[in-house]
Nanobody, 118 residues
Framework: QVQLVESGGGLVQAGGSLRLSCATS????????MGWYRQAPGNQRELVAT???????NYADSVKGRFTISRDIAKNTVHLQMNSLKPEDTAVYYC????????????WGKGTLVTVSS
């Protein structure tokens, strides 16, 4: 069982920055893909960014150039650096993991709220 714990959400003004973190309960080397998704009120959950075990990354078009996903191998943690935040980035952000052993299984954190004021 993989447990994911997010932190770093909060309230920020438009143009500001936040850094989200997702700590895993297992070695990060056992996780093939880790990513961040978000869900705004009334909307479906959408992909924000992902990173794989070999270091490749993928970003939603809406966050390219503003958000950066990275892995801290020593701390089994994935970060999402969010810069130039916009009100439309307001959402609950969820950490997601897919393990090497069970690639068809999605593990989710409980989410952390990011609110961007205009």
């Amino acid at each position: 069982q993989v447990q994911l714990v997010e932190s770093g959400g909060g309230l920020v003004q438009a143009g500001g920055s936040l850094r989200l973190s997702c700590a895993t309960s297992v070695s990060i080397f056992s996780i093939n893909t880790m990513g961040w998704y978000r869900q705004a009120p009334g909307n479906q959950r959408e992909l924000v960014a992902t990173t794989t075990l070999v270091g490749s990354t993928n970003y939603a078009d809406s966050v390219k150039g503003r958000f950066t996903i990275s892995r801290d191998i020593a701390k089994n943690t994935v970060h999402l650096q969010m810069n130039s935040l916009k009100p439309e980035d307001t959402a609950v952000y969820y950490c997601n993991a897919k393990t090497v052993a069970r690639p068809g299984m999605d593990y989710w954190g409980k989410g952390t709220l990011v609110t961007v004021s205009s």
